[in-house]
């Protein structure tokens, strides 16, 4: 996208963050894919469907358990939870490195002897740790013309302090505050919406129990709704809806705080000080989800 910033972000950013994309992806797939499977096995399971000589009911519940089963072996051996968690913490740290280097943060701080050349390595020796530290997946090599220092990482960095200021104001601090508003309310949304959904479920449970126990039906609906509450909840764990709005509405309020301070700085050095703590507070909240994940 020729409007953001993030084009011209390090090959190593890129990479891990189209890494952690294809994980993500393929873990909530494969989950959806596992669950489902389960509870077509619980619902054809039980009751029978004649076909001849044949319990079809009973082939498709095999069917959907020989499903499951494949599934949690690719979920065991390929490890896409163990990919996406990994290039996503590769894609922040390069990113927030990228930041700090851009517009004169702490380490990369400016100074009237500020030598490209020793930041540049610095900046390289940062994302060497970085690609160092990866086992769970392996990052795209970048083509040629991509770099881990860009051009326009270079123009940006060479900027004055004042359009410094707010090019990181606009590009990383208003937008990352917006995306974890947005965030936030998304996931409270989810949240919400499926603690209704299985509460509702489980009374529909409930209330098919008692028809049970009268005779009145003759179908293990109980069970039905158990299963499907039981992977919906499974479901829920997997994408953690109310952890996610919680610490994306704290880090919101944290940049909240960042952002009336933003003209406090006067001094180079007093800039670097300042996107060092703006950077802290991001990673943060990116530690509180790798830990809820881990």
């Given at each position: 996208?020729?409007s953001?910033?993030e084009?011209g972000?390090?090959?190593l950013y890129?990479?891990?963050?189209?890494?952690a994309?294809?994980?993500?992806?393929?873990?909530?797939t494969?989950?959806?894919?596992?669950?489902?499977?389960?509870?077509?096995?619980a619902?054809?399971?039980?009751f029978?469907?004649?076909?001849?000589?044949?319990?079809a009911?009973?082939?498709?519940?095999?069917a959907?358990?020989?499903?499951?089963?494949v599934?949690?072996?690719?979920?065991?051996t390929?490890?896409?939870?163990?990919?996406w968690y990994?290039?996503?913490?590769?894609?922040?740290?390069?990113?927030t490195?990228?930041?700090?280097y851009?517009?004169?943060?702490?380490?990369?701080g400016?100074?009237?002897?500020?030598?490209?050349a020793?930041?540049?390595?610095?900046?390289?020796?940062r994302f060497s740790?970085i690609?160092r530290?990866?086992r769970?997946?392996?990052p795209?090599?970048?083509?040629?013309e991509e770099?881990?220092?860009?051009?326009?990482?270079?123009?940006?960095r060479?900027?004055s302090l004042?359009?410094?200021?707010?090019h990181?104001?606009?590009?990383?601090?208003?937008?990352?505050?917006?995306w974890?508003?947005?965030?936030?309310?998304?996931?409270?949304?989810?949240?919400?919406r499926w603690?209704?959904?299985l509460?509702?479920?489980?009374?529909?449970?409930l209330i098919?129990?008692i028809?049970?126990?009268?005779q009145i039906?003759?179908?293990?609906?109980?069970?039905?709704?158990?299963?499907?509450?039981?992977?919906?909840?499974?479901?829920?764990?997997?994408?953690?809806?109310?952890?996610l709005?919680?610490s994306?509405?704290?880090?919101?309020?944290?940049?909240?705080?960042?952002v009336?301070?933003?003209?406090?700085p006067?001094?180079e050095s007093?800039?670097?000080h300042?996107?060092d703590e703006?950077?802290e507070?991001?990673a943060?909240?990116?530690?509180?989800?790798?830990g809820?994940?881990?």
């Amino acid at each position: 996208m020729a409007s953001d910033p993030e084009t011209g972000f390090p090959a190593l950013y890129r990479a891990a963050d189209r890494g952690a994309i294809v994980g993500q992806r393929r873990l909530l797939t494969a989950t959806g894919v596992r669950l489902t499977a389960l509870v077509f096995a619980a619902i054809f399971g039980s009751f029978t469907l004649s076909a001849g000589r044949v319990d079809a009911a009973a082939l498709v519940a095999a069917a959907a358990l020989a499903t499951a089963l494949v599934t949690e072996v690719y979920l065991l051996t390929v490890r896409p939870d163990r990919q996406w968690y990994e290039a996503r913490a590769a894609a922040e740290s390069a990113k927030t490195l990228a930041w700090r280097y851009l517009v004169g943060g702490a380490p990369f701080g400016r100074t009237a002897e500020d030598d490209d050349a020793d930041m540049d390595l610095l900046l390289h020796q940062r994302f060497s740790e970085i690609i160092r530290g990866i086992r769970g997946f392996a990052p795209v090599p970048p083509m040629e013309e991509e770099s881990q220092v860009t051009v326009m990482m270079r123009e940006t960095r060479a900027l004055s302090l004042e359009e410094r200021k707010q090019h990181y104001m606009t590009g990383r601090i208003n937008e990352q505050r917006a995306w974890y508003c947005a965030k936030a309310s998304y996931h409270e949304c989810r949240a919400s919406r499926w603690s209704i959904a299985l509460a509702s479920l489980e009374a529909a449970g409930l209330i098919a129990a008692i028809l049970n126990a009268d005779q009145i039906i003759d179908l293990d609906l109980p069970g039905i709704a158990g299963a499907v509450a039981a992977a919906g909840i499974a479901w829920l764990q997997t994408r953690q809806h109310q952890q996610l709005a919680t610490s994306y509405s704290i880090a919101a309020l944290e940049l909240a705080d960042i952002v009336s301070r933003v003209e406090w700085p006067r001094t180079e050095s007093e800039w670097a000080h300042f996107v060092d703590e703006s950077e802290e507070a991001i990673a943060r909240e990116h530690m509180l989800w790798w830990g809820s994940r881990s």
